[in-house]
């Protein structure tokens, strides 16, 4: 069967550490994968897409890679802040007909002072 | 520009009760999208529009109906509410609809059906 995991256990790290977070998937060829932020309360907030030929996509204390060999996906966050404590959802875009996006159930980080 | 907007933000409504979910976006997007979100697991397509006066099922449609009356807003249906449909439900859009345009999300309505 076609599935996106994403570790369900909260991340916790320190301040100033670098968050990775992982997006596994099997039985899907995503053309594009997506990783949205989400706060509680509120709906997700788009932060970075990396493409099936890319290997690693960068935006400011943001990287994400994406191995369609081992069908993974990490996203990173150096220099993490509190501030970044939310939950991250992976997605992935498939080109084929039928449904778009794919959404990962998400993975809790914690980031403490 | 609000983005995209639900309304209601909360709702409890008792088993076979109906009630409708109304999300509007002002960015002139021509896709919009209606989740559901449960803990545990991913969001998943309820339906979705690829322009005023279309609609089409996506993974999980029964029990919802949708309408796109007008460009800018989506509206979600749920004719006959069960305990199963006590979810977050979010509306999102996006411009074209390709596979690598981001989608954009409103708040979300909690709902809770007794």
């Known amino acids: 069967s076609q599935k996106i995991e994403q570790n369900s256990e909260a991340l916790n790290i320190q301040e100033g550490k670098t968050a990775t977070l992982t997006c596994n998937y099997t039985?899907?060829?995503?053309?594009?994968l997506q990783w949205y932020r989400q706060d509680p309360g509120r709906g997700p907030v788009f932060l970075l897409l990396i493409r099936e030929n890319e290997k690693e996509k960068r935006k400011e204390r943001l990287k994400v890679t994406f191995d369609t060999t081992l069908k993974q996906s990490l996203f990173h966050i150096t220099a993490s802040q509190p501030a970044d404590s939310a939950t991250y959802l992976c997605?992935?875009?498939?080109?084929?007909?039928?449904?778009?996006?794919?959404f990962g159930a998400g993975t809790r980080l914690f980031v403490k002072a | 520009n609000a983005g995209v907007t639900q309304t209601p933000k909360f709702r409890v409504l008792k088993t076979g009760q109906s009630m409708t979910l109304l999300c509007a976006q002002d960015?002139?997007?021509?896709?919009m999208y209606w989740y559901r979100q449960d803990p545990g697991m991913g969001l998943r397509l309820i339906h979705y529009s690829v322009g005023e006066g279309t609609t089409a099922k996506g993974e999980v449609p029964d029990g919802y109906n949708v309408s796109r009356l007008k460009k800018q807003n989506f509206l979600l249906g749920l004719e006959s509410a069960a305990p199963s449909q006590t979810s977050v439900y979010f509306c999102?859009?996006?411009?074209?609809?390709?596979?690598?345009?981001?989608?954009?999300f409103g708040p979300g309505t909690r709902l809770t059906v007794l």
């Open positions: 960015m002139n997007h021509e896709y």
């Open positions: 997605a992935l875009d498939l080109e084929t007909g039928g449904f778009k996006t794919i």
């Open positions: 999102a859009s996006d411009l074209t609809g390709l596979a690598h345009n981001e989608q954009f």
């Open positions: 039985n899907y060829s995503p053309a594009y």
